[in-house]
């Protein structure tokens, strides 16, 4: 007997008293764990299908659904955890790497959550946010070294910027990766809440072109969709070296997921892998970092600023400071937690640093060489609420890009699913039966709200620490104290432990 | 219309600006004297008129280019016509490194040799199919993870005693096909590609490209076509379709 090791990891409990046998859970499941039994005329379910997305708990009209891991256990062992057992299961059988989808989920310290953000107390009053004017506006790009003032009016032009409402903006995700109308959602929203998409690397879908003055359009290294159109569509433009998920792999999109519309908008044939290599083949050193951003910038004529996002891995203070002498006007930092639509597993878990200290590091180091005038910093790869972005602005960042986040806020439970392309919420997922479940104005509605609460939270712990401008935040870290960090950590950070 | 400008001693900026200029002007040719090494040459321009380039153009030439015609007396460095959309580039001496990089349409013809990594990634779309003529050797990872268009490298200058191309030739080859004039050692090819039969079509295929590279360069398309070819296509369109299973 041929025995399949796999087993279920949850298992779905249908209430019978409740039960209608209605049949939506059944339509509701592209991962078809519920199934009509035509012979007993009823729903029965497949648990090793499922995958904990909640979309039939959800649209259980008589709320008879609920989810529950499967109640299995192996002999407890603090080393060879189920998790480790089961992964060689899989890989004795198929001989495959493992693939997963968003970031990273393994117990690595959160150190968002081992800083403490500080308030004002008699002196230097606090502010009321809700009746006195507080600032989140915030310019992207390259600052002068100095101003020249004639008149009353700047002498110079500044570099290009980008003019942002509230310092957070939506993360690169691909159309292909995620669907048109996830896309579209982020897209309403960001023009709504004057703020920033980012088109991920597959490219800009035809009927994204009207939202150009907030698209940042990114070049990486497949070079998919990018032509001069494309280039001049969006107010920014984003190299993409590396990213928090995958540092030092490339992506590979699999042909299924290449439709007409992903073939037209990546500009590769219907059904045709896209693989994006690991490295830009013309990129070898900074100088020839320097050189693609400035083809970027001639094919633009200088009119846009030009960002390059690496990963946060070990040596990423000197990677930022060479692309900072690149020419790079925005360095965008991917944290080890970044989401993805697929990376292998052990990449995914295994490589590349925690954003805090990356960042940190960072602006430390482009302020001891006096060039963080010339980059502004974003961060990206684990913000999950207002307090980690103003966090990161007083560690040094200038603006958050937030993904995970965003998908979240368009309906994502997180089953980590999103490669198998069967995502029952419509985000990653080409299926036109299942991209229709996200309507875009909902969707819209919802991404903007996200932007909406987090901002009047911002303002709040702003008006909290009696600073009305969020520029006077931004590496500001005396505003921050750190707790149950080392010596190390805590010089890292370059904050005090909390009391001192 | 057309318009010279001199490049000596200006910088790439200058003189892009220039070359902008003149055809937001409305002047169909620009003759450019004297380049020697400027960056850029042709970035992201959207036109169906010429530039004569004499001297040596700098890296990333014809980059995002959409559609012009560029003719460069002389060699050419690193990553010409790379993410090249439209238009045609003849070289009448040798070219670098990534020579069309990710380019997805327009034609390429290099008089003699080109260096590594040469069509990495050309793709097709739609109508676009991508094409590069080298008239005489490539380094290694020729067409590395080409997904499209055509490549045609005939080995008819070159260092003497060095194959006609390096190794990992077509590795990761995913699209597209290669004709190389007469034989590669199999151990110079990447595990994606497969070396097969030649067709009539492809016959006519390499015929109309011979036939270009011969009236650019002045040379004998029939004595190049006197030698038999190598056409090389991947294996399949999914290399790495197996790679992975889902957690």
């Not at chain 1, 493992?98 to 004002?120: E, F």
């Not at chain 1, 969020?470 to 950070?493: P, Y």
Request: hydrophobic share 40%; charged share 20%; aromatic share 8%.
């Amino acid at each position: 007997m041929n025995i399949d090791f796999r087993t279920p990891e949850y298992t779905i409990h249908r209430a019978g008293e409740r039960c209608t046998n209605c049949r939506i859970c059944v339509r509701q499941c592209a991962n078809e764990a519920h199934l009509w039994d035509e012979k007993q005329k009823k729903v029965l379910a497949d648990d090793i299908k499922c995958v904990n997305c909640h979309r039939c708990v959800l649209t259980c009209p008589t709320r008879a659904l609920s989810i529950s891991s499967y109640p299995l256990e192996f002999k407890p062992n603090a080393h060879w955890t189920p998790h480790y057992i089961t992964s060689i299961f899989k890989q004795a059988s198929s001989g495959a790497m493992l693939l997963a989808g968003m970031g990273t989920d393994k117990p690595y310290p959160v150190y968002w959550d081992h800083l403490l953000i500080n308030a004002s107390q008699v002196t230097n009053p606090s502010i009321d946010p809700l009746r006195e004017p507080m600032e989140l506006k915030t310019f992207l790009g390259r600052k002068p070294d100095s101003l020249k003032i004639e008149n009353g009016e700047l002498a110079e032009k500044l570099p290009p910027q980008l003019e942002l409402e509230t310092p957070i903006m939506f993360a690169a995700m691909s159309f292909g990766a995620i669907s048109l109308n996830a896309m579209t959602s982020l897209a309403i929203a960001a023009e709504k809440m004057g703020t920033f998409y980012n088109t991920g690397e597959g490219g800009l879908h035809s009927s994204l072109y009207k939202y150009g003055k907030n698209t940042i359009v990114q070049v990486a290294s497949g070079r998919f969709g990018v032509h001069t159109d494309y280039l001049w569509a969006g107010s920014a433009i984003e190299i993409k070296i590396g990213q928090g998920a995958k540092p030092g792999i490339g992506g590979h999109l699999p042909g299924e997921k290449v439709g007409l519309d992903v073939s037209l908008t990546r500009m590769i044939p219907e059904g045709s892998d896209a693989i994006s290599p690991a490295p830009h083949h013309d990129i070898y050193s900074i100088e020839d970092l320097r050189q693609l951003i400035y083809s970027l910038k001639e094919a633009t004529d200088y009119s846009k600023p030009v960002a390059v996002k690496i990963a946060a891995v070990h040596n990423i203070a000197a990677i930022a400071s060479g692309a900072a002498r690149a020419g790079a006007d925005i360095i965008v930092i991917d944290g080890f937690r970044g989401g993805t639509g697929a990376a292998p597993l052990r990449t995914r878990d295994n490589v590349g640093i925690p954003i805090e200290l990356a960042l940190a590091a960072v602006d430390s180091r482009l302020r001891s060489e006096s060039i963080r005038h010339q980059v502004s910093l974003v961060v990206a790869g684990s913000i999950r609420c207002s307090s980690d972005v103003i966090k990161a602005i007083a560690l040094g960042a200038d603006a958050c890009y937030i993904g995970s986040a965003a998908l979240m806020a368009l309906g994502c439970h997180m089953c980590q699913k999103c490669y198998t392309g069967k995502c029952n919420w419509g985000i990653a997922t080409q299926n036109p039966s299942l991209t229709k479940r996200l309507d875009p104005v909902v969707g819209a509605e919802r991404a903007a709200n996200l932007l909406k609460a987090w901002s009047h939270e911002i303002k709040e712990m702003l008006g909290g620490m009696g600073i009305n401008a969020l520029e006077s935040l931004r590496g500001n870290r005396l505003m921050l104290r750190g707790i149950g960090l080392t010596e190390k950590e805590l010089s890292i950070l370059g904050v005090k432990h909390a009391g001192e | 219309m057309s318009r010279r400008i001199d490049a000596q001693g200006l910088y790439y900026k200058e003189l892009n600006q220039l070359v902008r200029q003149a055809f937001s002007e409305g002047v169909t040719e620009v003759v450019l004297d004297n380049v020697n090494g400027q960056r850029y040459l042709g970035d992201g321009i959207s036109s169906d008129g010429s530039i004569i380039i004499h001297g040596t153009p700098g890296n990333d030439m014809a980059a995002y280019m959409n559609g012009l015609q560029i003719v460069v007396r002389g060699n050419a460095q690193d990553a010409t016509g790379n993410t090249m959309n439209e238009g045609t580039i003849v070289v009448h001496g040798d070219a670098g490194d990534t020579v069309g990089y990710a380019m997805r349409g327009g034609e390429i013809f290099i008089k003699g040799s080109v260096g590594y990594r040469v069509g990495i990634h050309m793709k097709e779309y739609l109508k676009k199919n991508p094409v590069i003529v080298v008239g005489g050797k490539a380094g290694a990872f020729f067409g590395e993870y080409m997904a499209g268009g055509i490549l045609i490298l005939l080995g008819l200058s070159g260092r003497e005693g060095y194959p006609i191309v390096g190794d990992y030739c077509g590795t990761g080859m995913h699209g597209g096909v290669m004709y190389i004039r007469g034989q590669v050692e199999e151990y110079k090819l990447g595990k994606e590609v497969k070396i097969v039969d030649m067709t009539a079509e492809d016959e006519s295929v390499l015929e109309r490209y011979v036939s270009r590279y011969a009236d650019y360069f002045g040379c004998d398309k029939e004595a190049i076509l006197a030698q038999p070819f190598s056409k090389l296509i991947p294996f399949n369109k999914r290399p790495y379709g197996n790679l992975y299973t889902g957690v």
